[in-house]
């Protein structure tokens, strides 16, 4: 795991490697083992390597900035986080045994092993044991091609010497991120944003669409654009190719999509036991490290199910560090499921509950970290989850992330179902669906059933019926003639539809709403502490299994979620976490936001907060007011506001 960083196209000075060194540095955090660069002059076909303070002096590359005089089209920089050969022949950027090729990526290849295997079978010859260098050799024997063999989280860049092209690609879910922005003439790109703008040396300033998607309705990473105008990321599953002088070969294209599979006629037990070979098999390849490894523990379904089939891959001897967050509210705290799982699983387990008080100290760090919003304060749970496994040796992690979105563990899903039901007109199924003990908690009958007909009405309605019902497109907190003058037009969230809203609904949580911007918190949380987080559920195997199974197979017709799921693993689960409800990863945002007045009167009166002009600011004052007043009303949009608030101050966005 790593952190990646280049500029492409000839500049009209000699690039400045000062400044190259500085914003390489801003992502230590990412790869603290390593630094490496790479200057490439296509004119001359010119190779320069060179190193930086991190930099092994056994390689004998000489400093970086010894290079100034030079003029170059290709820069690549390298932060490397040791995972898979830690000596150093995993140093990047690394050249073929030819010299062709160059390349700095950033994740893991997980199914290096039987690549290299098949490489080697066709002439080709390794020279370390990592991964990157397998990668290298899969560019020269498939091109592009070579993405839909990987099994793995990556962002990447190679380098053709001899085609003077750079290819950039990214993960099928997006694991791993890569940004980019035009400075000039050049084409930056990075593992992370705050690198992007200081070569840029340009004010931050807000892209209004995704601003709008962020306040009205929390859903972040899920498209091309980021919240800092101009800069934009490569979407998952895609990849790109430059020529050296920066300009664009070929746009995003994508080498795998989502959902496009053809339906399976398996019976639900065949469905599980496929499902549990898949998973298992998952799990097997995501535990190949070089350095020590632990899992996130939640005591949910998801999290418990990958640490039941690490064990079972590691044997009952092994020592297994479980690292969870654990609430003192017990309407969210999950501490007696973690319990369980470790007492069943012989686990070791570590636990962290911070305090409103660590918050505020910690919120800074936290917002400079995620770099862009984040809709709940969970979000810093999880920041002391990784925090507390790098305190305690852990380099790698695995988590359950992905599970909800392919296999319907979320209550809109229910709604989805239903909605299909409805429109087939099968009268036995709706009754069942409505009438579910999985619907028995207090409102949610009423939500699960008016979120099913909102489904079927035309689209051209939907806005107009939300105003009606108080939930307008543009509600009184957001000022809509700032939005309106500057082209944006409000549209509904989306969400499946039609007689197929099950597989709709996935299909948007994995690209578009849920399944991005947890992958994104999920990666600078863990980073941040030098941590590789992976997830096994988030495999193109799993993905096109899911979709190719029924519906019912994924919801069932009683309202129980995660049908298959629950059955593949159920010989492994303790039946008290296989069967209860979701939870989700919660923390008592209630009683946070209460002890943190002091932090919020401060955010709220300052001048930055106050000059924000899309928000209407006496409507916000009045929801924050009344939200620190009665904890019981909390409103999911009062965290929007403060966050908003603080990540406009952290990175100085302007608005206007």
């Not at 660069?37 to 390597?49: A, E, I």
């Not at 490489?119 to 050799?137: C, I, K, N, P």
């Not at 690292?323 to 387990?349: C, H, I, K, M």
């Not at 925090?387 to 790698?396: F, K, Q």
């Given at each position: 795991m790593?952190?990646?960083l280049g500029?492409v196209?000839?500049?009209?000075?000699?690039?400045d490697?000062?400044?190259?060194?500085?914003?390489l540095?801003?992502m230590r955090?990412?790869?603290?083992?390593d630094?490496?660069?790479?200057?490439f002059?296509?004119s001359?076909?010119t190779t320069?390597l060179?190193?930086?303070?991190?930099?092994?002096s056994?390689?004998?590359?000489p400093?970086?900035?010894a290079?100034?005089e030079g003029?170059?089209?290709?820069?690549l920089?390298?932060?490397?986080?040791?995972i898979?050969?830690?000596?150093?022949?995993?140093?990047?950027?690394?050249?073929?045994?030819?010299?062709?090729?160059?390349?700095?990526l950033n994740?893991?290849?997980y199914n290096?092993v039987?690549l290299?295997?098949?490489l080697m079978?066709?002439?080709?010859a390794f020279?370390s044991?990592s991964?990157?260098?397998?990668?290298?050799a899969?560019?020269a024997e498939?091109?592009?091609?070579?993405?839909t063999?990987?099994v793995g989280?990556f962002?990447?860049a190679?380098?053709?010497?001899?085609?003077?092209?750079?290819?950039?690609?990214r993960?099928?879910?997006?694991?791993k991120?890569?940004?980019w922005m035009?400075s000039g003439?050049?084409?930056l790109?990075?593992?992370?944003i705050a690198?992007?703008?200081?070569?840029?040396s340009s004010?931050a300033?807000?892209?209004?669409?995704?601003l709008?998607?962020?306040?009205?309705?929390?859903?972040?990473d899920g498209?091309?654009?980021?919240?800092?105008?101009?800069?934009?990321?490569?979407p998952?599953a895609h990849?790109?190719?430059?020529?050296t002088?920066?300009?664009?070969?070929?746009?995003n294209?994508?080498?795998?999509v989502?959902g496009q599979?053809t339906?399976r006629?398996?019976s639900l037990d065949?469905?599980?036991?496929e499902?549990?070979?898949?998973l298992?098999?998952s799990?097997?390849?995501?535990?190949r490290s070089?350095?020590?490894l632990?899992v996130?523990l939640s005591g949910?379904?998801?999290s418990t199910a990958?640490t039941?089939?690490?064990?079972?891959?590691?044997?009952a001897?092994?020592?297994?560090?479980a690292?969870?967050?654990v609430?003192?509210d017990?309407?969210?705290?999950?501490g007696p499921y973690?319990?369980?799982?470790?007492?069943?699983f012989?686990?070791?387990r570590h636990?962290?509950?911070p305090?409103?008080?660590?918050?505020?100290?910690?919120?800074?760090?936290?917002?400079?970290t995620?770099?862009?919003?984040?809709?709940?304060?969970?979000i810093?749970?999880?920041?002391?989850v990784?925090r507390l496994?790098r305190n305690?040796?852990m380099?790698v992690?695995?988590?359950?992330?992905?599970?909800?979105?392919l296999f319907?563990?979320?209550?809109?899903a229910?709604?989805?179902?239903?909605?299909?039901?409805?429109?087939r007109?099968?009268p036995?199924?709706i009754?069942?669906?409505v009438?579910?003990?999985h619907m028995?908690?207090?409102?949610?009958?009423?939500?699960?059933v008016?979120?099913?007909l909102?489904?079927?009405?035309p689209?051209p309605?939907?806005?107009?019926i939300?105003?009606?019902?108080?939930?307008?497109?543009y509600?009184?907190w957001?000022n809509?003639d700032?939005?309106?003058?500057?082209?944006?037009?409000?549209?509904?969230?989306?969400?499946g539809?039609g007689r197929?809203?099950?597989?709709d609904e996935l299909?948007?949580?994995v690209?578009?709403l849920s399944l991005?911007?947890?992958?994104r918190y999920e990666d600078r949380?863990s980073?941040?502490?030098?941590?590789e987080?992976?997830?096994?559920?988030?495999t193109v195997?799993?993905?096109d299994?899911?979709f190719?199974l029924?519906?019912?197979?994924?919801?069932?017709m009683?309202g129980?979620t995660?049908?298959?799921?629950?059955?593949?693993?159920?010989?492994?689960v303790?039946?008290t976490i296989?069967?209860?409800?979701?939870?989700g990863f919660a923390t008592?945002e209630r009683e946070?936001?209460?002890a943190?007045?002091?932090?919020?009167?401060?955010?709220?009166g300052?001048?930055?907060?106050?000059?924000?002009?899309?928000?209407?600011?006496s409507?916000v004052e009045?929801?924050?007011?009344?939200?620190?007043?009665?904890?019981?009303?909390i409103?999911?949009?009062?965290?929007r506001?403060?966050?908003?608030?603080?990540w406009?101050?952290?990175?100085?966005v302007?608005?206007e």
């Amino acid at each position: 795991m790593c952190g990646i960083l280049g500029i492409v196209g000839r500049q009209a000075a000699a690039p400045d490697l000062g400044a190259l060194r500085n914003a390489l540095q801003l992502m230590r955090h990412r790869g603290p083992d390593d630094e490496g660069y790479l200057l490439f002059d296509s004119s001359t076909c010119t190779t320069v390597l060179a190193g930086g303070d991190d930099t092994d002096s056994r390689l004998g590359l000489p400093p970086l900035l010894a290079q100034a005089e030079g003029s170059y089209d290709v820069v690549l920089a390298h932060r490397r986080l040791s995972i898979i050969d830690v000596t150093v022949a995993g140093h990047q950027p690394m050249e073929s045994a030819d010299g062709r090729y160059s390349i700095v990526l950033n994740g893991e290849i997980y199914n290096f092993v039987e690549l290299r295997r098949d490489l080697m079978q066709r002439g080709y010859a390794f020279r370390s044991g990592s991964d990157t260098e397998v990668v290298l050799a899969a560019y020269a024997e498939w091109g592009p091609g070579m993405l839909t063999r990987f099994v793995g989280m990556f962002a990447l860049a190679i380098l053709d010497k001899s085609a003077r092209t750079i290819l950039l690609a990214r993960d099928p879910f997006g694991i791993k991120p890569l940004y980019w922005m035009r400075s000039g003439r050049a084409f930056l790109f990075a593992s992370e944003i705050a690198p992007l703008l200081s070569l840029a040396s340009s004010h931050a300033s807000a892209d209004v669409d995704s601003l709008y998607r962020y306040m009205r309705f929390g859903v972040t990473d899920g498209h091309e654009t980021t919240m800092f105008s101009g800069v934009n990321q490569v979407p998952p599953a895609h990849y790109l190719l430059l020529a050296t002088d920066g300009s664009v070969l070929t746009p995003n294209r994508p080498y795998w999509v989502p959902g496009q599979v053809t339906r399976r006629n398996l019976s639900l037990d065949d469905a599980a036991s496929e499902l549990r070979h898949l998973l298992a098999e998952s799990v097997r390849l995501h535990l190949r490290s070089d350095v020590p490894l632990g899992v996130c523990l939640s005591g949910g379904l998801d999290s418990t199910a990958i640490t039941a089939l690490v064990r079972a891959q590691l044997g009952a001897a092994a020592p297994i560090h479980a690292f969870s967050y654990v609430s003192n509210d017990p309407r969210t705290g999950e501490g007696p499921y973690v319990d369980l799982a470790a007492d069943v699983f012989g686990l070791q387990r570590h636990a962290v509950s911070p305090t409103a008080g660590e918050l505020v100290g910690d919120l800074e760090a936290l917002v400079r970290t995620q770099e862009q919003p984040f809709d709940s304060t969970s979000i810093y749970a999880q920041f002391n989850v990784f925090r507390l496994a790098r305190n305690n040796g852990m380099t790698v992690m695995l988590d359950g992330q992905g599970s909800d979105e392919l296999f319907g563990g979320y209550a809109t899903a229910v709604s989805a179902q239903l909605a299909s039901a409805i429109l087939r007109r099968s009268p036995g199924a709706i009754r069942s669906l409505v009438l579910s003990p999985h619907m028995s908690a207090p409102g949610m009958r009423r939500r699960i059933v008016l979120s099913a007909l909102g489904r079927m009405l035309p689209t051209p309605l939907v806005g107009p019926i939300m105003s009606l019902v108080g939930e307008a497109l543009y509600p009184p907190w957001l000022n809509a003639d700032w939005f309106r003058r500057r082209g944006h037009e409000a549209t509904p969230r989306v969400q499946g539809r039609g007689r197929e809203s099950l597989r709709d609904e996935l299909l948007h949580f994995v690209k578009t709403l849920s399944l991005p911007r947890l992958l994104r918190y999920e990666d600078r949380n863990s980073m941040a502490f030098s941590i590789e987080s992976r997830v096994p559920f988030c495999t193109v195997a799993l993905a096109d299994f899911a979709f190719s199974l029924p519906s019912t197979y994924l919801v069932g017709m009683d309202g129980t979620t995660k049908a298959v799921l629950r059955r593949a693993v159920g010989d492994i689960v303790p039946p008290t976490i296989l069967h209860r409800a979701k939870v989700g990863f919660a923390t008592p945002e209630r009683e946070w936001l209460t002890a943190l007045r002091p932090w919020v009167s401060e955010l709220v009166g300052s001048d930055e907060f106050r000059s924000l002009p899309f928000m209407n600011h006496s409507v916000v004052e009045d929801a924050i007011d009344a939200q620190l007043g009665d904890p019981r009303a909390i409103s999911p949009f009062t965290w929007r506001f403060l966050n908003v608030g603080a990540w406009a101050r952290q990175f100085g966005v302007r608005f206007e």
